[in-house]
């Protein structure tokens, strides 16, 4: 009588069956999942374009390619930050005489650093403001071979002062670290210090009328946009430091710095920004704007509950 065979598998062919069912699963239920999490558009996740970078406190805005995060925390809140120093050389005035800062940025082996990246058309931004947030200055120092930033600087009356560096470093294998860093400068005299003016919306400067739309909200990147005129007309904007507009906010109290740059192209004649204030308070507002080759500032006060 032959050998009936049994249709049934043994056990060990039988575990050795669901052992691979249970792998195929697993990485079918694996790639299934992944495609579903994996976001959609690639050219979503925040590439930083090549020749920009952001320092501490620059929130929000558009360069046409990548995707900006927005800022969170304020910058220019201390002299030192990721291994950096911004160390003065020089910083004695006397009110309302011309004078110089001289000033390094030092590594974390206290060397002065030399290579720096150049953005929006300098490699060194320098913000000078009295801590009454009066005395704006915007300016650019020049740097020498051994590291050493100088720049003629008056500072109009006696109290302390703070000084922004607002820079990128190069380090050696040509990574980027975009950083704010401040400090105080002392001017002899007496300080009275000028409370704030009142919150509003439009200002005039040199001629010029400059009002803005929009509301800064806590957390939240929201557009602020200004229009310039001059006799009821628009006033032509000029490219200044590759831009059509900057524009400084600076936090009244702590004096927590951010520095926005605008959309690359005007939105019918005005310049727009996107803002994100890192907490509630009362902020000041500097706008950097270029017509007919001179730069002039129009200065705001704004309340973020």
Do not use: C
Request: charged share 15%; glycine share 12%; no cysteine.
């Amino acid at each position: 009588m032959p050998e009936q065979v049994s249709a049934a598998p043994d056990r060990g062919t039988l575990r050795l069956a669901l052992s691979v069912g249970g792998l195929v699963l697993a990485v079918l239920l694996g790639f299934g999942l992944g495609r579903m999490n994996a976001g959609g558009d690639p050219a979503a996740v925040g590439l930083e374009t090549a020749d920009h970078t952001h320092p501490p406190g620059t929130a929000q805005h558009d360069h046409g390619t990548g995707t900006d995060q927005p800022a969170e925390t304020a910058g220019g809140l201390s002299v030192s930050q990721a291994g950096y120093t911004l160390a003065p050389l020089a910083a004695a005035f006397t009110p309302g005489k011309a004078g110089e800062f001289r000033f390094q940025i030092h590594d974390a082996r206290r060397r002065p650093v030399t290579r720096f990246a150049v953005v929006h058309d300098k490699p060194m931004h320098l913000i000078v403001v009295r801590r009454d947030l009066t005395g704006y200055q915007h300016l650019h120092p020049t740097m020498a071979p051994d590291g050493t930033w100088s720049v003629p600087l008056t500072l109009s009356q006696g109290g302390t002062w703070r000084a922004y560096a607002d820079f990128t470093v190069v380090a050696d294998d040509g990574s980027q670290t975009a950083l704010t860093l401040g400090v105080d400068l002392t001017v002899p005299g007496r300080y009275d210090p000028r409370p704030l003016p009142a919150a509003t919306t439009s200002t005039a400067v040199d001629g010029f009328t400059v009002a803005y739309e929009g509301t800064p909200q806590v957390g939240a990147t929201v557009p602020l946009t200004f229009r310039i005129t001059t006799g009821g007309t628009t006033a032509t904007l000029e490219r200044y430091l590759g831009a059509y507009g900057h524009l400084v906010a600076l936090r009244e109290g702590d004096l927590g710095y951010l520095h926005v740059h605008p959309e690359p192209q005007l939105v019918d004649g005005a310049v727009r920004f996107w803002l994100t204030t890192p907490g509630p308070g009362r902020y000041r507002l500097y706008l950097d704007f270029q017509v007919a080759g001179k730069v002039r500032t129009a200065e705001f006060t704004v309340t973020v509950p």
